[in-house]
């Protein structure tokens, strides 16, 4: 089917249901970032591939709303599809509510499906539509009519990360949970997000693609925990494990169907960014619901003295590869022979070579001359560009090994650059190297960091619309919160264990991206006044390249952070290279 007789398909679903609209998110029933195939269905009725982003569609109309990230990407992809682009975040761009309420009138329907769609965004949704008198009807999955060959539920198996990894016992965690569920009066947790129970179980999986997560609901009460899995995953051996962790295992099936009795007289902890509609309809009337962060979102992003360590170890091998492939690209590779796909392959063969890689932690953006504005490009066969003696290969990429997950970003100069790209790239380095001195006191949030990143840029009248910051998972996701840092306010403070990207970039279209990208743990300054102070340590272990660097617009205390880092890479990676490797790193590192 082509995707104007896909949405007409869904448009006679909804004619049969009497319904004006419907909407189509990115998630899966646990609010996940990345989802399985099988819950694909913004992809597959729109045919934009993009992580984050809405399908509605009307009777007549039919609109994608995005973000920065996405805006080049989802222009191209749309087009003939019928579907409009609304760029998230524009001062032109209406939010879907006000979209809706713009194209319906009083009594008419707004179609969701419960299951994909969170609590949290169903009220805020109910609410607005119904200052105009339209309803938000909660309807089955349209999609178990419409699309053929629909992929099934994956069945990867689940296995076990063991303590040498973990640093804490599954039946520690739990303890954890319990001992905090009890401070607070809290009957039962329930845990939604895939990587929450994956951290709070020490199981790891393969059900979507670069997540180590495996499809399943957690349930922890005071005496018991019951996991909701289909069981066809867990080997003898797993399910020897999680019974002695004491979780009894029921199939993911009946987890609906079984919630009025788990709730019935219960108070229910449960975070409504990841808790879907369904379950809250299903839940029983004598209980109570509990809406704020699960405890299990701060355990995970803080790390514990182990994990630590793993990090950076795994940062070691992960810049060993990086270091091999930028020697080769710089060194070996002709650049005329190699392609945005071809250097992604190199990559990729080096990075597993490395001892107890699993697979990338996403797929790698290799975004050469133009195709570097485009935030999250994914090279295709189709747009694969090949590589010139000119410009800068924009490169982000990360690692999944047993050990710890990687994420990094370099911008890379093949050959003559123009005076626009080196101010650029000398800027956002300048804004990266200022967040990574970063001193602050405890109890500091992100977005009163983040100006750190954009003020170089700021003052040139330019931004970037993604956030500077993220945290990236122990060998879970490399997207994790629940801190961040970016301009929009998030209450959750920076806390000493977490890991915290720093990528600040600028995004020129039809021209070149830039972005500098490290992952940074927090860790303590000490005391002084009014209390204790936290800085960053950069756990990232690779050079930046200096060619593109206008020396003039750094300032000497950030010439002297990039030598001292590029002396701390050296000292750390030349032992476990070649004589060449060395060499050429002893050049990459050596003082600006």
């Excluded at 514990?304 to 070996?332: P, S």
Aim: charged share 25%; proline share 4%.
């Amino acid at each position: 089917m082509k995707i104007t007789e896909r949405i007409e398909a869904l448009r006679s679903f909804l004619k049969q249901k009497d319904i004006k609209a419907f909407i189509v998110p990115s998630t899966d029933p646990h609010m996940s970032e990345y989802v399985a195939p099988h819950w694909e269905a913004r992809q597959w009725i729109s045919g934009f591939t993009g992580s984050a982003g809405t399908i509605v569609i009307t009777e007549t109309e039919a609109g994608l709303w995005t973000d920065s990230r996405y805006f080049l990407q989802a222009a191209k992809q749309l087009q003939g599809t019928g579907i409009e682009l609304y760029k998230e975040k524009t001062v032109s761009t209406p939010t879907i509510a006000e979209f809706l309420k713009a194209k319906l009138t009083k009594g008419d329907a707004v179609g969701v499906d419960g299951k994909v769609f969170s609590l949290s965004a169903a009220k805020s949704l109910q609410q607005e539509l119904s200052e105009k008198g339209i309803e938000l009807k909660i309807t089955s999955d349209p999609f178990y009519t419409i699309w053929e060959d629909r992929p099934p539920i994956p069945l990867s198996p689940v296995f076990i990360l063991p303590l040498k990894y973990t640093g804490e016992s599954c039946q520690e965690k739990v303890d954890r949970i319990r001992q905090k569920m009890k401070s607070d009066n809290i009957d039962v947790t329930l845990i939604t997000a895939l990587d929450e129970i994956a951290w709070v179980l020490n199981l790891r999986g393969n059900d979507v693609h670069c997540n180590p997560v495996f499809v399943s609901f957690l349930l922890i009460g005071h005496q018991d925990a019951i996991l909701y899995i289909d069981t066809r995953k867990l080997k003898p051996e797993v399910k020897n494990y999680l019974d002695d962790c004491q979780v009894k295992v029921c199939d993911y099936k009946t987890f609906y169907e079984s919630l009025e009795e788990n709730t019935n007289g219960h108070s229910v902890l449960a975070d409504p960014a990841y808790l879907n509609y369904a379950i809250y309809q299903g839940f029983s009337k004598q209980g109570r619901l509990i809406e704020r962060k699960t405890y299990v979102a701060l355990m995970k992003a803080i790390r514990n003295q182990t994990e630590i360590d793993n990090l950076h170890q795994v940062m070691i091998r992960d810049g060993i590869a990086m270091v091999k492939f930028l020697k080769w690209l710089d060194t070996e590779a002709e650049i005329f022979h190699e392609t945005e796909m071809s250097v992604d392959r190199k990559l990729h063969a080096l990075r597993a070579a490395q001892p107890n890689y699993i697979g990338e932690s996403f797929d790698t953006i290799a975004g050469y001359g133009a195709h570097g504005a485009i935030v999250h490009y994914e090279a295709t066969p189709e747009t694969d560009a090949p590589l010139e003696s000119k410009g800068f290969l924009l490169l982000d990429s990360g690692g999944q090994y047993l050990d710890g997950t990687t994420d990094i970003t370099r911008t890379i100069p093949l050959g003559y650059l123009t005076q626009e790209e080196k101010e650029n790239y000398t800027l956002i380095l300048k804004g990266h190297i200022d967040l990574a001195m970063a001193i602050f006191p405890v109890g500091t949030r992100g977005s009163q960091v983040d100006i750190l990143a954009r003020l170089p840029i700021w003052k040139r009248h330019m931004n970037y619309l993604h956030g500077t910051g993220h945290g990236v998972g122990a060998f879970l996701n490399v997207h994790e919160g629940p801190h961040s840092i970016r301009m929009e306010e998030n209450p959750v403070t920076l806390q000493a264990g977490m890991t915290v990207t720093d990528e600040p970039g600028l995004y020129i279209s039809g021209s070149h991206g830039v972005r500098t990208e490290n992952m940074l743990l927090v860790v303590p300054a000490g005391e002084g006044m009014f209390g204790d102070y936290l800085k960053f340590e950069t756990v990232t272990l690779c050079p930046i390249d200096k060619r593109p660097i206008i020396q003039d617009l750094l300032s000497k205390e950030e010439i002297d952070w990039l030598n001292q880092y590029h002396q701390r890479v050296y000292d750390l990676l030349a032992s476990q290279l070649d004589y060449d490797e060395r060499y050429w790193l002893a050049n990459a590192t050596s003082a600006l």
